[in-house]
């Protein structure tokens, strides 16, 4: 272990360091597929089951058991290779990765090595410049399949991480699960738009396995995760760079700020004459910072061999056509079309697409509310939500429907936009739909001109010289006593409404 | 191995330390020579000539056997933790984990 190195050095300024350094991005994200069924047995797969009860010999690695892959995992897998536009290999095999970690049971995880399922494959990616939309292919290395591990809770110490834990308690219901790894090539030439490469690859990413429906790729309960490798060089034609891989980046958001950090802290490094140290970084939501996991300077040795439990998958070329032939329209195409039926334009389609809101905005709007309704809330006030919580808008506690539901109170008069965000507000601390929200705060609009009027004879009463000076002819002066009477009525009074009664009680 | 075919002693420590085993001076110099005996067995059969014989992986000439997408019932907690050294609040409970973070 090496201490010393956790210490957050100090960070280049950003543009200095893209002015100095090139930095070239390798992205290596884990999809967990949605399979009903884990990859190598029959326990179930559902996300937050009660602990350790989605377990069965063969998870659990006991002896004697056995694996048999799970055919819908290696067509889920073949059908995401074909969306990549990769080779599908004609026969390749499982191997063996030997590790001691509690999180696989088994001692050895099973993984592919040297034979990938799907090879070189790309994805164009959007990304937003301040001079418009510019499209950056990413080459696809490999997408190969293997099995999730289970997850450790470390108990005891500081901090509750790992280092000075007095010991580990481990949940297997994850062991398992089909997960299959998509490695790009080096991404080279985004210069300082590498951060924001690195968020719109996964965003894009995202997209397309939502569209293929083969995981819900939701960052936040870990089903898609993120490991960014940063490395800079001088100039564009020098070889690569010595690289850092950063883990636990468990957001889009993150995405961005942990290669915009491992640019800066690099850069730090390289400006003083240091030098990079090759080794898994761990990145902190809550610092915006990374700190060194183990160095790679003793390469890990895994020992892979052919898993010799399975025998090679071998896919049939017919077979593979099939899944071609039925693919669905490209997500980028699904995307054009929904900015074609909701009269977007590219920079308003892009930043839905950047706040990972194009499928939160589409249900919202197949959920009954109008387009401009469904994006003025994601990107308004439930944008400002998440960003406090610090995580994505998908990861926020309220549905689509709920928004829907939110848009059509305040249209029919219910609620208006003080109000609503008062609704989103409970939505989001669990208070319940937002019907059940309106009624326990008792939020509605005061829509009963008795109430009303009341409330204007109050204020104006409070206010003789202001109430003077609107009989005098002085309209202007009526705002004064509408906000008296919106304060009174905690805003639940329809400011129009008040405003003509108060006129009406001045005349 | 080293080019003479015999296993070193940094190879013996570098497996012990792979295999989590603890190991001795005295058993590093004992175990060399011991592990030295297998690799020269198995080392015969590159005497074979196996240019015509395809590398192989399983013993069977098999390809693509799965099984289809069901759920069956696994064990319960109880039932999983009940071979467990140790256990808590539901979870394998194991030693703490040391060089590594996770």
Redesign the interface.
Known sequence: ?TVGASVTPELADYDEAVASYDPVLGLEVHVELG???KMF????TAFGA????????T??G?PGSLP???????ESTIRVGLALGCDIAA?C?FARK?Y????M?KNFQISQYDEPLCTDGHLDVDVLTPAGTTTVRVEIERVHMEEDTGK???V?GATG???G????????NRAGIPLIEIVTKPIEGTGRLAPELARAYVTTLREVMRNLDVSDVRMEQGSLRCDANVSLRRSPSDPLGTRSETKNVNSLRSVERAVRHEIRRQAALLDAGGRVVQE?R?WHEDTGSTTS??SKEQAE?Y?YF???D???????ADWVERLRSELPAPASVRRRELQARWGMSDPEMQTLVNAGAVDLVGDTVGAGAAVDAARKWWLGELARHANERGTDLSALPITPAQVARLVQLVEDGTLNDQLARQVIEGVLAGEGEPDQVVERRGLAVVSDDAALTAAVDEALAADPEVAEKIRGGKVAAAGAIVGAVMRATRGQADAGRVRELVLERCT | MSESGSITRDEVV?LAR?A?LALDPDEVDRFGPQLDVILHAVSRIQELDTADVPPT??A?P????????????????EQ??S?APAA???????????????
Not at chain 1, 50 to 57: A, G, K
Not at chain 1, 100 to 103: E, G, L
Not at chain 2, 62 to 77: K, P
């Open positions: 272990m399979t009903l069924s047995c029959g326990c179930a009660e602990l350790n009860t989605q377990v069965c010999p998870c659990l006991l048999v892959l799970n055919q819908q995992a290696v026969w095999r030997n001691f970690y509690p999180d049971p450790s809770l470390h005891g991480r790992i280092h834990a007095d010991y580990s308690l481990v949940d297997y898994t761990h996991g183990r040795d020992r052919p898993e010799p399975l025998v090679p998958v071998a896919p049939v | 570098h792979l989590r992986s399983h069977l098999l390809t693509n056997v799965t099984r289809s997408d069901e759920v069956r019932a696994g064990l319960t907690q999983a933790l071979g808590e609040d539901g979870r394998f409970r194991v030693p703490r984990i040391l060089g590594e973070d996770a």
